[in-house]
């Protein structure tokens, strides 16, 4: 039973460039949630995605950010024409579908480094 | 504003008792977490709160007290492996899971 996967675990780009992140969630998990992490900080909730829906994006910025969570395949966070203050490592967590979690449950994360 | 706010780093050695304190100011609240986080790893999941009291698991108890908005992480019998990031997050209602996450501790144990 894997958990959450995300990747790539690394990714460098040039400003300039784009960023596309990808998240599956465990196995009959229907909801995810998008973090982004600076270094000595805590997470900072991004987005929250369900199939085909975008539930609450309070948490990303205007210009440059989107999700989506298509019906099949992963989770993708996008960042167009990145800067240097977006190196961080962005994190996803899922939960199942209609049930309240205690818990959730991350991948491993995606460290993206602006060059 | 929402604000968690926890100590920024606590040293410790091993074998001993160390408290992280969280006061937490967010516009709900439905229960309070704590994470562990090692370097370059993922946050994983250590307890929860939804009531007040004492939750205990293993070595790791977890406290909260609603009324003060304020909850607590105690690690007893320090283990070297306990050298780590922990973060206290608040879910603010029961219909998402998404969470609210505290400054974080930095935990450094020496033997």
């Known amino acids: 039973n894997a958990g959450v996967m995300q990747n790539p675990r690394h990714l460098v780009r040039r400003r300039g460039q784009e960023a596309r992140l990808r998240c599956s969630p465990m196995?009959?998990?229907?909801?995810v949630y998008w973090y982004r992490q600076l270094p000595e900080e805590g997470l900072k909730f991004m987005v929250y995605?369900?199939?085909?829906?975008?539930?609450?994006e309070s948490g990303m910025p205007k210009e440059r950010f989107s999700a989506e969570f298509p019906k099949e395949g992963p989770s993708i966070l996008r960042i167009q024409q990145v800067v240097r203050g977006d190196s961080a490592a962005y994190f996803c967590?899922?939960?199942?579908?209609?049930?309240?979690?205690?818990?959730?449950?991350f991948g491993q994360g995606t460290r993206l480094t602006v060059v | 504003g929402q604000s968690l706010e926890q100590p920024s780093e606590v040293t410790a050695v091993e074998g001993a008792i160390v408290q992280i304190n969280c006061t937490y100011q967010?516009?709900?609240?439905?229960?309070l977490s704590w994470y562990q986080q090692h370097d370059g790893g993922a946050p994983t999941f250590l307890s929860y709160?939804?009531?007040?009291g004492l939750e205990e698991t293993g070595r790791f108890s977890s406290f909260l007290s609603r009324s003060d908005s304020y909850g607590y992480l105690l690690l007893q019998e320090l283990q070297m492996k306990d050298s780590a990031s922990y973060f206290c997050?608040?879910?603010?209602?029961?219909?998402?899971?998404?969470?609210?996450f505290g400054t974080g501790t930095r935990l450094q144990v020496f033997p």
């Open positions: 967590a899922s939960s199942g579908q209609g049930r309240t979690n205690t818990e959730a449950f």
């Open positions: 709160n939804a009531l007040d």
């Open positions: 196995k009959g998990h229907s909801h």
């Open positions: 997050a608040v879910r603010q209602s029961y219909n998402t899971d998404k969470l609210i």
């Open positions: 995605l369900q199939k085909e829906n975008i539930i609450d």
């Open positions: 967010t516009s709900g609240f439905y229960g």
